[in-house]
């Protein structure tokens, strides 16, 4: 978002932080002999099930004891117990384990299922060894999310090949499932939390935009880049040749490197593909035609991520891609309040390496601190007027806001799957993007819905737009604001109504530079006599002249009369009585586009000359003309 007040909600972030780590558990410490134990915060929705085994705790070839769970001699023997984890936004698993004697071609593998029958293999113990295993499992969320211990490669030989798992563990985590502006889409993959036509992405504060190169010489490259309380971050790789690693404050975002061409992969990489049907993005080092990006990574407030890829050096569309293992990405944690770092790394490998893009980084943003995040916010300055209304979003065909709730109508059933209005978006994904231009009236980089005077005039929104502000601080109302649950002020007198447009040019004056009128001829002093009609003026061009007289105690204004005309024009004619002597006039200007100000000329005073007659006694008198 283009925003230049950028007054961050350290606290909001912070609560996004303490709702992100509180965590339920599943776990099984294998402290008591017994397949139905359950020491997490969180019961399992079934016990551990042998298979082609007795489902004898206390002996078998899988069996708990000395507080393990041991696996001896296996040969088609597994076990695997489920958990409900549907409720939950992320997932991890998490053991310990030890092997013994395991010969070549022995191992036991750790395998997990989203439906109780398709496993996917996580990983592999062999030899003689020890460690923790811990990956993310959020790929894996549903209502019967299963793990399963079994041999992987050749049966187990020797009376002496023995494996051992302890404290299994899942953790899981919970985002917000708040919908806040009910259009059935939870607002952490809704684009637009409000229904006002901006996204998200948009109303967050924008600190970092940078652009990238790096050498396409052999060797590993990196950029490093810094930014405090970040709450969203959009990578845009113009080029990729051909892999890369993110580092975000010490945690990379998937376990393993992100290899994009077939046939390269590295020891440590993994295949990158689109999720609906395998294949490889094509040349991903050749930058596409029309500024579409080749790899697009996401990463929300919540840390999760999303990547997506435009398919040829011609595409117009990006689509989402997931590791072809299947692998999910690591969620990342953000540091409110401090400073976060990304790394961004381009894997050393036979031939030329290099990448070039742009990172887009923001943090989450309250630009009138009434403790309403503009992306929730739905007058995101307190000047009174809505949002949607300031950015323009209501020009676009088929956008309405005819209950004047500061939302779009029809939003709650017609956002699709994202959450963005279907009238603006360009296609119904995660990645859309608006169809029209949010409105910069003022051409100053900050978009008008976040700035107290959009056409930088110097005159306030709020005046500009007709209504109330009390202290003339650019917030609508008194001081202190108010403000409801959406960020509407209730302490204003009025306001989100329709702006004012005084020209009837059908451009809001608040969008319109506008000034005070410059006066370059000021009235001058005037002699004339009674009954002889003269004129007052001033050189000016303006909307509105309002010539006014001093009563001797105040300035009152002039209407056409016997002895005015001209009263609202810049030349005020006068047929002068004797009452008008030594009247003082000045004019009043304004213009119909600036009410902040008028232009009030200097005084001219009027003066009548009074005519010489003789008498037969030869005396002269000066009196009045009639």
């Not at 919540?302 to 590791?323: F, N, V, W």
């Not at 400073?339 to 790394?345: G, S």
């Not at 959450?419 to 360009?426: H, Q, S």
């Not at 001058?524 to 002249?545: F, H």
Request: hydrophobic share 30%; glycine share 8%.
């Amino acid at each position: 978002m283009k925003n230049p007040i950028k007054r961050i909600v350290i606290l909001l972030l912070a609560l996004f932080s303490i709702t992100i780590t509180a965590q339920d558990t599943f776990s099984d410490t294998f402290s008591s002999v017994s397949y139905a134990n359950n020491d997490g915060t969180q019961n399992w929705s079934s016990n551990w099930q042998e298979f082609n085994d007795n489902n004898n705790p206390a002996n078998g070839y899988i069996r708990v004891t000395n507080n393990e769970l041991r696996f001896a001699y296996i040969w088609s023997e597994n076990i695997r117990r489920s958990a409900d984890l549907s409720s939950y936004s992320t997932a991890s698993l998490s053991f310990d384990w030890r092997t013994s004697s395991l010969e070549s071609g022995e191992t036991l593998v750790i395998q997990i299922s989203s439906d109780g029958s398709s496993f996917t293999t996580l990983d592999t113990f062999s030899g003689t060894q020890s460690g923790t295993f811990d990956q993310d499992i959020t790929a894996y969320i549903s209502s019967n999310t299963t793990i399963r211990f079994r041999k992987g490669g050749n049966d187990w030989s020797g009376n002496n090949d023995r494996a051992y798992i302890d404290n299994v563990t899942i953790s899981t985590t919970s985002v917000p499932q708040t919908d806040s502006d009910g259009d059935g889409i939870i607002d952490v993959v809704d684009l637009d939390d409000d229904n006002d036509g901006i996204t998200d992405e948009e109303e967050y504060c924008s600190s970092i935009n940078a652009s990238f190169l790096t050498s396409s010489d052999v060797g590993e490259r990196s950029v490093v880049i810094n930014h405090t309380d970040t709450g969203y971050l959009r990578l845009d790789f113009s080029s990729m040749d051909n892999s890369f690693q993110l580092d975000i404050n010490g945690s990379t975002i998937h376990p393993s490197v992100l290899e994009f061409e077939n046939g390269a992969l590295d020891a440590g990489d993994e295949y990158f593909v689109f999720q609906s049907d395998g294949s490889f993005i094509s040349q991903p080092w050749v930058a596409n035609s029309n500024g579409v990006p080749r790899i697009r990574l996401v990463v929300n407030e919540y840390g999760q991520i999303s990547l997506y890829g435009s398919r040829t050096t011609s595409s117009t569309t990006l689509e989402l891609m997931e590791a072809q293992g299947g692998t999910p990405f690591n969620t990342i944690p953000w540091i409110p309040g401090n400073n976060n770092t990304f790394t961004l790394t381009n894997q050393a490998g036979p031939g030329p390496e290099g990448f070039t893009g742009e990172l887009f980084a923001s943090a989450i943003c309250d630009t009138d601190g009434d403790g309403i995040s503009n992306e929730f916010d739905l007058d995101s300055d307190n000047d009174g007027i809505y949002d949607i209304v300031e950015s323009g979003v209501l020009n676009e065909s088929g956008v309405t806001d005819s209950n004047n709730d500061g939302r779009i109508d029809g939003a709650t059933s017609s956002s699709g799957s994202n959450g963005l209005f279907n009238a603006i978006e360009d296609v119904d994904t995660e990645y859309a993007i608006p169809s029209y231009s949010i409105l910069d009236s003022d051409a100053d980089g900050s978009y008008d819905a976040y700035v107290l005077d959009a056409d930088g005039d110097g005159c306030n929104d709020v005046r500009e737009a007709g209504f109330t502000d009390t202290n003339d601080d650019g917030y609508l109302g008194p001081n202190p604001v108010t403000i409801d649950a959406e960020g509407i002020v209730t302490s204003g007198s009025d306001g989100y109504t329709t702006p004012a447009d005084n020209d009837s040019n059908t451009t809001y004056d608040y969008r319109e530079a506008g000034s005070a009128p410059n006066i370059t001829s000021q009235p001058v002093n005037t002699t004339t006599c009674p009954g002889c009609t003269t004129t007052i003026s001033a050189t000016v061009t303006a909307d509105n002249y309002q010539w006014q007289y001093y009563n001797g105690g105040s300035w009152l204004n002039l209407s056409d009369s016997g002895v005015y005309s001209g009263t609202t024009t810049n030349i005020l004619t006068i047929n002068p009585t004797p009452s008008e002597n030594n009247v003082q006039y000045r004019l009043l200007t304004g213009n119909d586009e600036f009410i902040c100000g008028t232009t009030t000329s200097n005084t001219a005073t009027l003066s009548l000359r009074v005519n010489s007659v003789v008498t037969n006694r030869r005396i002269t008198y000066r009196v009045n003309k009639n």
